[in-house]
């Protein structure tokens, strides 16, 4: 069953028309990732389902309901959780307050003057905050503020924070980006582990095809606001309209 | 590898305890300094009740309003009509001033908090010069324009009489709590120290306490981390499922009800209103106290407050004479120098050294008196190497 249906969504910037009639079905439970070259309107399309851009024609459906019209904390408390392409953490926290506030914001919704308990008698939350860090391997590093960490813990953070909602719909925006090596297949590793047991939905954005075929059930491509090819992994790598859009000839 | 961690109850139990003592006994602890007599203590309390109550705002939340004297003056205005009214027992007046001071606070913050950072502090800032200027002239009806309200004879003051006897003959009208006056001052010797103890102090005292106790929840409470949150990260929280509008509305909200409470309280000892309390210079007070003493953390504000309120009180009272006796051990030929330079920084120029001390916190104590004192501690019980690795760490 496809959990996101997007169905003709173009968005014109002034002359650019960034996407043009867009069509997009993933599966419950998949990994589905969205490739492209530079420009292709990749980050578009995902503004289009957080709530950051409304498409100028087209639908956009999450689990029955419009993901159109409503902001972005409406799109969040459906169970749409995002990671930036540059880590969107709380840098002058504590790590564990840092998944904290997601998952209160998942117990008491968008807004609760909850003033008077202590953050640290609500130990259903913190039990639950401490076991996603856990979970992700940061538990050690708790107590220390955010802003301190290498950019690979950073973009683990930031996971853990969208992990702690327990959401549907995961969206990574390039997830591995300006990593190493070896951070990238943690990363992998880890959204593998998480995701499998959890069950959770996932959106990739990726230019390295390395990520994009370890993980991907399906792959769609696009190029110049359109999509040119939605299939298996296996099937896009020797597609010849794919090699020529984006991967620029044969594979390196 | 730098480390921070919340105090635990037990830690802000023994605070509020320790801070409770310190305030109950400033009468005391403060006469050696010449800052014991009763008006001076009392505005100690009343602004570290309004630096509180904006650091609720710009220490959680990073939303500088430049216009908070507005809701100190609305609180003023309240607590007198009260007084005109209802009588002059105070705690009517302080309930509705706090009252009406939040209905203010929503309308100017509701429109304000759609713009952040300068466009924010801008709004603020013409919103509170708007009610300035309405106090001064437009609604001299209700505000008695640039005279200022006081209570007369010849008010209503339905309650007095039914609640305390308030006096027949033709009097000064003085607020009383159930049948004490909240002028009367009680002087005594405490170890040698000439001691006055003021009703209208520790009326003002308790509203300090329970103002920090509120605000020592709400800085611990989730409300208070999703107040920070907004603060580090206000496109992370839209993101994560927090709608930030409303939060940063109920901390405007709270701390323009902090503010009304303390300009009623400022009533309480001398019930008279005047627009000048709602100048812009009032509004830039509270931030310079909120900084110097630390935003974001619970003492600092009122450290601050403390700070400002003895400068502008004692400092400004100094002259050359004074100088004189306290520099009498310098030699002859230093003396006449050294005081035409002193002097500069005192009586009249009390601003200057304010305004030195603003500059040496901001510049080496960035996160305020209270941070500044912290980190020096770490330092000295050796966890410097600690602060280095962070230092490093982060750049």
Redesign the interface.
């Known amino acids: 069953m496809a959990i996101l249906q997007v169905r003709g969504v173009s968005k014109r910037f002034g002359g650019l028309q960034a996407l043009n009639d867009v069509n997009l079905s993933v599966e419950e439970g998949h990994v589905h990732a969205i490739i492209g070259p530079n420009g292709a309107g990749k980050s578009t399309l995902l503004n289009c389902f957080v709530g950051k851009l409304d498409p100028d024609t087209g639908t956009v459906m999450f689990d029955g309901k419009s993901l159109l019209g409503i902001k972005p904390y409406e799109i969040n408390q459906i169970g749409v959780s995002r990671v930036f392409q540059t880590p969107e953490i709380f840098a002058d926290l504590t790590l564990l307050e840092n998944v904290l506030i997601p998952s209160f914001a998942k117990r008491d919704g968008g807004f609760k003057v909850n003033w008077w308990p202590r953050v640290d008698r609500e130990r259903v939350v913190r039990d639950h905050a401490e076991s996603v860090l856990e979970e992700i391997g940061l538990y050690d590093k708790r107590d220390e503020v955010a802003g301190s960490l290498s950019r690979g813990d950073k973009r683990r953070l930031e996971m853990a924070m969208c992990l702690s909602q327990d959401p549907k719909l995961l969206l990574l925006d390039e997830p591995t980006a300006g990593m190493s090596r070896a951070d990238t297949n943690a990363t992998i590793d880890l959204l593998k582990r998480v995701g499998e047991a959890r069950g959770i939905t996932k959106i990739v954005i990726e230019h390295d095809m390395h990520v994009v075929f370890s993980l991907a059930d399906k792959i769609s491509v696009l190029a110049q606001g359109t999509v040119i090819a939605e299939n298996t992994p296996e099937l896009i790598k020797g597609d010849p309209r794919v090699q020529e859009a984006y991967l620029g000839g044969p594979q390196e | 590898?730098?480390?921070?961690?919340?105090p635990?109850?037990k830690t802000d139990f023994s605070m509020l305890l320790l801070f409770t003592i310190v305030v109950l006994t400033m009468p005391i602890w403060l006469a050696p300094i010449g800052a014991g007599y009763p008006d001076l203590v009392q505005k100690f309390a009343i602004y570290g009740l309004f630096a509180t109550g904006f650091n609720i705002l710009f220490g959680l939340t990073g939303y500088l309003s430049f216009g908070h004297a507005a809701f100190l003056g609305v609180g003023s205005y309240t607590a007198v009509w009260s007084f005109k009214l209802l009588g002059m027992n105070p705690v009517p007046a302080v309930l509705l001033a706090i009252v009406t001071s939040a209905i203010f606070a929503l309308l100017i913050g509701y429109i304000s908090l759609r713009r952040t950072g300068i466009y924010f502090s801008i709004l603020t800032l013409a919103f509170a010069q708007m009610c300035y200027q309405l106090a001064y002239s437009v609604l001299t009806p209700i505000t008695n324009g640039e005279t200022g309200l006081r209570v007369l004879q010849s008010d209503p003051r339905i309650l007095d009489g039914v609640i305390t006897s308030q006096t027949e003959d033709g009097g000064p009208l003085i607020t009383n709590f159930f049948g004490i006056d909240m002028t009367k001052t009680w002087e005594t010797n405490i170890f040698g120290i000439d001691v006055q103890l003021n009703a209208g102090f520790y009326f003002c005292a308790f509203f300090l306490i329970l103002g920090s106790y509120i605000a020592m929840?709400?800085f611990?409470?989730?409300?208070?981390?999703?107040l920070?949150?907004v603060?580090?990260?206000q496109?992370?929280?839209?993101?994560?499922?927090?709608?930030?509008r409303?939060?940063t509305l109920?901390a405007f909200v709270i701390s323009g009800a902090y503010a009304g409470l303390a300009g009623a309280l400022l009533c309480v000892t001398d019930p008279l209103a005047g627009a000048e309390r709602m100048f812009w210079t009032a509004s830039g007070e509270v931030v310079l106290m909120v900084i110097l003493g630390g935003a974001g953390t619970l003492m600092g504000p009122m450290l601050g407050a403390g700070i400002i309120k003895y400068f502008e009180n004692i400092l400004s009272a100094f002259n050359k004479s004074t100088l004189e006796g306290m520099l009498g051990f310098l030699p002859e030929n230093m003396l006449d120098g050294t005081i035409s330079v002193l002097s500069l920084f005192v009586g009249e120029g009390w601003h200057l050294t304010l305004g030195l001390l603003f500059m040496v916190v901001v510049i080496f104590l960035p996160g305020g008196l209270v941070e500044g004192a912290k980190s020096i501690l770490l330092k000295l019980t050796g966890g410097g190497s600690k602060k280095s690795a962070?230092a490093q760490?982060?750049e």
């Open positions: 590898m730098k480390l921070i961690s919340q635990g109850p929840r709400i611990r409470s989730p409300f208070g981390m999703m920070r949150g603060k580090t990260n496109n992370r929280m839209n993101y994560t499922g927090v709608n930030t409303p939060y109920a962070s760490a982060a």
